[in-house]
Protein backbone atom coordinates (compact mmCIF):
# COMPACT_ATOMS: atom_id res chain seq x y z
CA UNK A 1 0.00 0.00 0.00
CA UNK A 2 1.54 3.33 -0.98
CA UNK A 3 2.31 6.05 1.35
CA UNK A 4 1.68 9.40 1.76
CA UNK A 5 4.53 11.56 0.37
CA UNK A 6 5.72 15.25 0.14
CA UNK A 7 9.16 15.17 -2.10
CA UNK A 8 10.93 18.02 -2.16
CA UNK A 9 14.12 18.33 -4.30
CA UNK A 10 17.22 20.35 -3.73
CA UNK A 11 19.27 21.92 -5.69
CA UNK A 12 22.24 22.09 -3.51
CA UNK A 13 23.37 23.27 -0.27
CA UNK A 14 21.61 26.89 -0.55
CA UNK A 15 17.87 24.99 -0.51
CA UNK A 16 15.79 24.99 2.54
CA UNK A 17 15.34 21.70 3.28
CA UNK A 18 19.11 21.14 2.06
CA UNK A 19 20.43 20.45 5.82
CA UNK A 20 16.84 18.66 7.57
CA UNK A 21 17.96 15.91 9.35
CA UNK A 22 21.69 15.97 8.43
CA UNK A 23 23.89 16.09 11.50
CA UNK A 24 26.75 18.20 11.80
CA UNK A 25 30.12 16.51 11.63
CA UNK A 26 32.08 16.35 14.80
CA UNK A 27 35.38 18.36 14.45
CA UNK A 28 38.12 15.67 14.36
CA UNK A 29 41.27 17.59 15.83
CA UNK A 30 42.95 17.48 12.87
CA UNK A 31 41.13 20.20 10.51
CA UNK A 32 40.49 23.69 11.22
CA UNK A 33 37.40 25.49 10.20
CA UNK A 34 33.87 24.23 8.99
CA UNK A 35 33.60 23.74 5.21
CA UNK A 36 31.97 26.86 3.47
CA UNK A 37 29.85 24.87 1.63
CA UNK A 38 28.49 22.74 3.63
CA UNK A 39 28.49 24.68 6.60
CA UNK A 40 30.35 21.61 8.74
CA UNK A 41 27.70 18.92 7.91
CA UNK A 42 29.41 17.17 4.78
CA UNK A 43 26.92 16.39 2.89
CA UNK A 44 23.36 17.48 2.27
CA UNK A 45 20.12 16.34 0.95
CA UNK A 46 19.12 16.43 -2.89
CA UNK A 47 16.24 14.85 -2.19
CA UNK A 48 13.74 14.08 0.99
CA UNK A 49 10.17 13.16 1.51
CA UNK A 50 8.65 15.81 4.03
CA UNK A 51 6.33 13.00 5.56
CA UNK A 52 8.52 9.99 5.67
CA UNK A 53 11.87 11.88 6.02
CA UNK A 54 13.54 9.44 3.46
CA UNK A 55 16.37 10.99 1.54
CA UNK A 56 18.84 11.04 -0.61
CA UNK A 57 22.39 12.63 -0.30
CA UNK A 58 25.10 14.30 -2.05
CA UNK A 59 28.77 14.43 -0.45
CA UNK A 60 30.60 17.49 -0.07
CA UNK A 61 33.21 17.90 -2.57
CA UNK A 62 34.85 20.76 -1.21
CA UNK A 63 35.52 18.77 2.09
CA UNK A 64 35.05 15.51 1.08
CA UNK A 65 32.39 14.77 3.55
CA UNK A 66 34.13 15.71 6.22
CA UNK A 67 32.56 19.27 7.08
CA UNK A 68 35.73 20.78 8.19
CA UNK A 69 38.15 22.08 6.18
CA UNK A 70 42.38 22.80 6.66
CA UNK A 71 43.24 26.42 6.59
CA UNK A 72 47.00 25.99 7.35
CA UNK A 73 49.76 24.10 5.25
CA UNK A 74 48.93 20.66 7.08
CA UNK A 75 48.33 17.49 5.19
CA UNK A 76 45.16 16.32 4.65
CA UNK A 77 43.88 12.68 5.32
CA UNK A 78 41.93 11.05 2.48
CA UNK A 79 40.47 7.73 2.46
CA UNK A 80 41.61 5.67 -1.03
CA UNK A 81 41.58 2.44 -2.48
CA UNK A 82 45.22 0.75 -3.91
CA UNK A 83 46.02 -2.37 -5.95
CA UNK A 84 48.22 -4.91 -3.98
CA UNK A 85 51.23 -6.24 -5.49
CA UNK A 86 48.60 -9.59 -5.41
CA UNK A 87 46.19 -8.03 -7.49
CA UNK A 88 43.54 -7.15 -4.55
CA UNK A 89 42.48 -3.61 -3.57
CA UNK A 90 43.18 -2.48 -0.30
CA UNK A 91 41.89 0.25 1.66
CA UNK A 92 44.70 3.24 2.64
CA UNK A 93 44.79 6.77 4.17
CA UNK A 94 46.81 9.19 1.60
CA UNK A 95 47.60 12.58 2.52
CA UNK A 96 47.29 14.99 0.18
CA UNK A 97 48.44 18.63 0.11
CA UNK A 98 44.95 20.88 0.68
CA UNK A 99 45.29 22.20 -2.54
CA UNK A 100 44.55 19.27 -3.99
CA UNK A 101 41.30 18.56 -2.14
CA UNK A 102 39.53 22.63 -2.13
CA UNK A 103 38.96 22.10 -5.84
CA UNK A 104 35.92 24.95 -5.97
CA UNK A 105 34.32 22.65 -9.07
CA UNK A 106 34.02 19.88 -6.99
CA UNK A 107 30.58 20.13 -4.93
Not at 55 to 60: D, L
Request: hydrophobic fraction near 30%.
Amino acid sequence: MPHESNIVHCDGPDSPHAFDIVPLQPRNGMLDARCPICRGHGQWNTEIDLVSFRCKRAICGHCLGAGWIETGDDPVAVADIVMTPEGYPKWITAYVEKDETSDPDRS
